[in-house]
């Protein structure tokens, strides 16, 4: 892997990360999840942020648009301990990144199952877990200071475009970390009693009717509940009810 160069992080901010992962700042990279990987979980959790992303990607490998404006940065843990909360992973950092926006913008996220973080109907912020050998990259993508996107982005929002406000992206990141680190800790505590409930309040698409997109095809329903598992509980039109793991959904009128 060619070495981006390091950027500064203001010190006090980076001894506060400091004391709970080991900091690598980028200038530009490809993206912020393939460094963290490449880093390899040493049991030491890491936080690799980027200024510039080239190729960011987003679930089912989209592109995710990320330029200065935005807070692109990856997570690195450790999955090799037993109370790992694997299945819950993006559904901690989804609410760890709501709770992070609601305290630093005065915002109110919700979630629409699994990734999207949402302000009304446009999506504000993605979360993308991937997994190599013992490490979990946890990448965050928020759009922060984008006065608008490009026109193939029509559900794209920033936090500039919906408050009229710019922020700082080093707040949010902080705020990002400690709240992942605190939601970890919650959902190894009590097998993500408190995280189930709280995603359901979080939620934008719990008892909506929407039509979700799997792999192999595409259902229309009504989402009647988040289980155990983190899954979707979809009630088809047809009157079957289907656990989903992974798809995209879109909420209906
Ligand atoms: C999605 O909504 O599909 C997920 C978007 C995740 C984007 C972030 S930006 C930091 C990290 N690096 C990437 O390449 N992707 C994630």
Known sequence: MTEPAPTELPGPLLSRLAACARVVVLDQVGSTNDYALGLRAA????VVLARHQTRGRGRFRRHWYSDDASLCFSLLLCRDHPD????LITHIAGLAACRALESTTGTKPLIRWPNDIMLGEKKIAGILCEARGNGV????????????FPENLPDATSLLMATGQTFDKLVLLEACVKETFAALDQAVK?????LLTQLKERSAILHRRV??????RTHIGTCIDIDREGRLVLRTDSGKVLSLSAGDVRRLR
């Open 43 to 46: 049991g030491e959790p890491a």
């Open 84 to 87: 790992f909360p694997g299945s």
């Open 137 to 148: 990259a946890v990448g965050f993508g928020i759009n922060v200071n984008q006065p608008s």
């Open 190 to 194: 009590d097998q993500g009693a408190a």
């Open 211 to 216: 039509e979700v997109k799997t792999l192999l």
